[in-house]
C-alpha cells in the first residue's frame, strides 16, 4: 500500500494528463469560478473571510491577491516547500500593507482531509489546505505537476479574477516572493490585464517547433553538460509571455543557479 502511495505521489509530483485536463492557466488568464468546501478550522474560516460550513468560491474572497498552492501531501517538493511558504506567510501576516490583503491557500490534489490535517500538522503550515479529493480544482486549473502555485488579482468591483503570475516547481526565495506580491497587489488591475492581454498574444502567436517535452529534455541536458549537479530545473512565464528555464547546479560545494 505504501509502495502504491508513493507511486500515486509522483506522478502528481511530476506529471500530468492531458487527456484529464487542459493547459495550465498563465498571466493573462481568468481564474476559474471554483466552489470549495468550507474550511473547519475556525481560524481558517476566520483567515479566509467565509461562512462557517458553507461551501465558497476563492475568487470571491475580500482581498486583493490569492496565492494559490497546488500541491499534494505526499509530495516531496511539497513538503520541502512548506518552510519557504510558512516563512513567506508570515512575512505577509507581520506586514500591515498585506495583512488582509493578500492571502494563501493551498489546494491538496488527491488528498483527503485526514492526510490533509496530518500533513499541516506535521510541516506546520499556518495558511487554509484544503482537499482537492476528486480532482476538480486541478483540472479547471489546468493539470500539471505539484507544486504550482498561482497569484490572482480579485477585482473588487467583481470583474473577472486575473492570474498575474504562476510558479512551476519548488520556490524558496520566499523574500523576493513577498516583494512580488505585493507590486502585484499594489499595480492598477486594469494595467495587470493590459499586460495580460499582451502576454496572452504573445503565447498564441508563437507556433512552438518542438514539444514541451523535447525542449525541456534539450534544456536540462545543456544544463548537465554544462557541469555539476542539477539540482532544480523549472521554466517561469515572464510578463512578456515569454518562457525561459531558471535552474540550480551543485559545483563543487557552492550552489550555481543559472
Given at each position: 500500500?505504501?509502495?502504491?502511495?508513493?507511486?500515486?505521489?509522483?506522478?502528481?509530483?511530476?506529471?500530468?494528463?492531458?487527456?484529464?485536463a487542459r493547459d495550465p492557466v498563465a498571466f493573462g488568464d481568468t481564474f476559474p469560478a471554483l466552489t470549495l468546501a468550507a474550511p473547519e478550522a475556525p481560524a481558517d474560516t476566520a483567515y479566509l473571510g467565509v461562512d462557517t460550513g458553507k461551501p465558497f468560491n476563492?475568487?470571491?474572497?475580500?482581498?486583493?491577491?490569492?496565492?494559490?498552492?497546488?500541491?499534494?501531501?505526499?509530495?516531496?517538493?511539497?513538503?520541502?516547500?512548506?518552510?519557504?511558504?510558512?516563512?513567506?506567510?508570515?512575512?505577509?501576516?507581520?506586514?500591515?500593507?498585506?495583512?488582509?490583503?493578500?492571502?494563501?491557500?493551498?489546494?491538496?490534489?488527491?488528498?483527503?482531509?485526514?492526510?490533509?490535517?496530518?500533513?499541516?500538522?506535521?510541516?506546520?503550515?499556518?495558511?487554509?489546505?484544503?482537499?482537492?479529493?476528486?480532482?476538480?480544482?486541478?483540472?479547471?486549473?489546468?493539470?500539471?505537476?505539484?507544486?504550482?502555485?498561482?497569484?490572482?488579482?480579485?477585482?473588487?468591483?467583481?470583474?473577472?479574477?486575473?492570474?498575474?503570475?504562476?510558479?512551476?516547481?519548488?520556490?524558496?526565495?520566499?523574500?523576493?516572493?513577498?516583494?512580488?506580491?505585493?507590486?502585484?497587489?499594489?499595480?492598477?488591475?486594469?494595467?495587470?490585464?493590459?499586460?495580460?492581454?499582451?502576454?496572452?498574444?504573445?503565447?498564441?502567436?508563437?507556433?512552438?517547433?518542438?514539444?514541451?517535452?523535447?525542449?525541456?529534455?534539450?534544456?536540462?541536458?545543456a544544463l548537465v553538460d554544462a557541469g555539476g549537479i542539477l539540482l532544480d530545473m523549472r521554466p517561469v512565464d515572464l510578463p512578456s509571455g515569454r518562457r525561459v528555464y531558471a535552474?540550480?547546479?551543485?559545483?563543487?560545494?557552492?550552489?550555481?543557479?543559472?
Open positions: 500500500m505504501m509502495r502504491v502511495m508513493l507511486l500515486l505521489a509522483s506522478l502528481v509530483c511530476l506529471l500530468s494528463d492531458p487527456a484529464e476563492p475568487t470571491r474572497l475580500r482581498a486583493d491577491l490569492l496565492v494559490v498552492e497546488m500541491l499534494n501531501v505526499h509530495c516531496p517538493h511539497c513538503q520541502m516547500q512548506t518552510a519557504s511558504y510558512n516563512e513567506l506567510f508570515k512575512l505577509i501576516q507581520q506586514d500591515d500593507s498585506t495583512r488582509g490583503r493578500i492571502l494563501m491557500l493551498g489546494l491538496a490534489i488527491g488528498n483527503v482531509p485526514d492526510e490533509v490535517a496530518a500533513f499541516r500538522q506535521a510541516f506546520r503550515v499556518p495558511f487554509p489546505v484544503l482537499p482537492d479529493r476528486s480532482f476538480a480544482a486541478w483540472r479547471a486549473i489546468g493539470g500539471t505537476a505539484t507544486p504550482f502555485t498561482i497569484y490572482v488579482r480579485l477585482d473588487p468591483t467583481g470583474g473577472a479574477p486575473l492570474v498575474v503570475g504562476t510558479h512551476l516547481g519548488l520556490n524558496t526565495h520566499y523574500q523576493q516572493v513577498f516583494r512580488e506580491l505585493k507590486r502585484l497587489a499594489d499595480t492598477d488591475i486594469q494595467e495587470l490585464r493590459r499586460q495580460g492581454r499582451r502576454a496572452s498574444a504573445v503565447r498564441t502567436a508563437i507556433e512552438p517547433i518542438i514539444s514541451p517535452e523535447e525542449l525541456e529534455y534539450r534544456v536540462r541536458t535552474a540550480t547546479l551543485r559545483r563543487g560545494d557552492g550552489l550555481v543557479r543559472l
